[in-house]
């Protein structure tokens, strides 16, 4: 069976060739990875990336691993750090939100597609879809479907927690008959 794991990432911006700021996973059973990037393009970022992505940036220091594992470092750096935290799994398969950017930027941080570890699934899931096939408005605010009172979205571990939260609750609702 294959260890569910939950990704978020930020990033520069919703375009082509933005750069990734930050990543979190959680795995369903609460093991965690986060880290923040120090070579993402500063250039990219807007007044919005400035105030709801990079006031959440919260590493000072290169490791911590207090908490699960949580690094600060560049792009080369996380491909070797994530690389060897997924180790731990015999299987993997990826769930996140809107997973349009985060899958693109995931296979990036391993250079590509083909270059993702062998436990890891080539093939993604998201909980938008799992929502609409509950018969849930995909558009619904996570954290209030979730239940949780704390606010600190747009930290790529706080929103794959959350993830985390909205698939176990999906999970135990039937589903229902699509129209």
């Given at each position: 069976?294959?260890?569910?794991?939950?990704?978020?990432?930020?990033?520069?911006?919703?375009?082509?060739?933005?750069?990734?700021?930050?990543?979190?996973?959680?795995?369903?059973?609460g093991?965690?990875?986060?880290?923040?990037?120090?070579?993402?393009?500063?250039?990219?970022c807007?007044?919005?990336?400035?105030?709801?992505?990079?006031s959440?940036?919260?590493?000072?220091?290169?490791?911590?691993?207090?908490?699960?594992?949580?690094?600060?470092?560049?792009?080369?750096?996380l491909?070797?750090?994530?690389?060897?935290?997924?180790?731990?799994?015999?299987?993997?398969?990826?769930?996140?939100?809107?997973?349009?950017?985060?899958?693109?930027?995931?296979?990036?941080?391993?250079?590509?597609a083909?270059?993702i570890p062998?436990?890891?699934?080539?093939?993604?899931?998201?909980?938008?879809?799992l929502?609409?096939?509950?018969?849930i408005?995909?558009?619904?605010?996570?954290?209030?479907?979730?239940?949780?009172k704390?606010?600190?979205?747009?930290?790529?571990?706080?929103?794959?927690?959350?993830?985390?939260?909205?698939y176990?609750?999906l999970?135990?609702?039937?589903?229902?008959?699509?129209?």
């Open positions: 069976m294959r260890t569910k794991i939950f990704l978020d990432t930020e990033f520069t911006g919703l375009h082509q060739n933005t750069t990734l700021i930050s990543i979190g996973l959680i795995s369903e059973c093991k965690t990875f986060y880290a923040e990037l120090t070579d993402f393009n500063l250039a990219q807007d007044e919005w990336i400035m105030e709801n992505v990079l959440n940036l919260c590493l000072k220091q290169p490791h911590d691993y207090s908490n699960g594992v949580k690094v600060l470092c560049n792009t080369k750096n491909k070797r750090e994530l690389s060897n935290w997924l180790k731990q799994f015999d299987e993997v398969e990826i769930w996140s939100d809107c997973l349009a950017y985060d899958w693109v930027l995931f296979n990036e941080i391993l250079g590509h083909l270059n062998e436990n890891v699934y080539y093939i993604p899931f998201d909980i938008c879809t929502f609409k096939i509950k018969g408005d995909p558009d619904i605010s996570r954290e209030e479907f979730a239940e949780i704390e606010k600190q979205k747009h930290n790529a571990l706080f929103d794959a927690k959350v993830i985390k939260k909205c176990e609750k999970k135990k609702q039937e589903v229902l008959e699509l129209t």
